[in-house]
């Protein structure tokens, strides 16, 4: 099963979310730093907001699009045509430090992954820092109220807190990047339990730069596709979190992953090393966002 590029010219592309009139909402960083549209062919392409180091994205059901931030670590709520919020930047005194992902909830509640350490500490110079493994981070789950404007932490601690998702089971999934782990917060009467091991989208080779599981998203047939950065691949993790299936991308950098609208059947994958955003054939379509 092999991908084919969609759209090019785009630079560290994030984020992709498929719109209901088929055009793609992506993010790009770099000198660019905005969020883009891109038309229902791959073809054009348009700024929607410039808003410094845009990374992960969210749509709701009236439209508008919740971007992660971290230049200025923030949540921000951003319009079609270009305004920009900043909705919320800490949780009860503790500041954001990497806002990465995001999804909405079965609750219509927004839930932030937060990497925990800042983009100018981890990425110097914009070059993932040689300690990259040990250095110090402390990253983060938020649930967030967008009605109320409340925040709580799920969970901390973790490496690289990277992305998120909801399974069929309702039950919320984030990785870990540095160690290539799936944790699942299975959902309890009152919030979630504890962080507990799902799977693992390392294989078996030794990688001497950053590699790890980035965005994700479920399929309508209960597998997990990761894309899994410096690995060059969408690794997909069965419903009993063990490795299905490898999806090979043309770049070595996927970075997120999002399907198509009900009845493609496609994948389709954010990639920097080439600068695309990347589509495959699925035998799935997509276990439809909660908004």
Request: aromatic share 10%; hydrophobic share 35%; with cysteine.
């Amino acid at each position: 099963m092999k991908s084919v590029a969609f759209a090019s010219g785009l630079r560290f592309p994030e984020g992709p979310v498929a719109m209901p009139d088929g055009t793609w909402l992506v993010v790009e960083g770099g000198d660019r730093g905005c969020v883009t549209q891109i038309t229902a062919d791959g073809k054009e392409r348009r700024t929607v907001a410039v808003t410094g180091l845009p990374n992960g994205l969210a749509v709701d059901s009236a439209g508008s699009i919740w971007v992660a931030e971290p230049k200025v670590p923030s949540l921000l709520r951003v319009t079609l045509d270009g305004k920009v919020e900043v909705f919320m930047t800490e949780c009860h005194g503790e500041p954001f430090l990497y806002p990465n992902d995001l999804c909405f909830g079965p609750d219509g509640a927004l839930y932030l992954t937060d990497s925990g350490i800042t983009a100018a500490e981890f990425e110097p110079g914009g070059n993932v820092r040689p300690d990259f493994e040990t250095c110090p981070m402390d990253g983060r789950v938020y649930r967030i109220g967008v009605k109320t404007k409340t925040i709580e932490k799920i969970d901390s601690g973790v490496r690289f807190t990277n992305g998120i998702a909801f399974g069929p089971d309702n039950d919320l999934y984030a990785n870990e990047t540095i160690t290539g782990a799936v944790y699942r917060y299975r959902r309890q009467s009152d919030g979630f339990g504890p962080r507990e091991p799902f799977g693992n989208v390392w294989n078996d080779s030794r990688y001497p730069t950053l590699r790890g599981p980035d965005g994700m998203a479920f399929g309508a047939d209960g597998k997990l596709y990761v894309a899994v950065y410096g690995q060059g691949d969408v690794t997909v993790l069965g419903t009993d979190g063990k490795v299905a299936q490898r999806l090979r991308t043309l770049g070595g950098l996927p970075t997120n992953v999002a399907f198509g609208l009900a009845g493609q059947r496609k994948l389709y994958v954010t990639e920097y090393q080439l600068g695309q955003l990347e589509v495959f054939p699925v035998e799935t379509d997509g276990l439809p966002l909660w908004t």
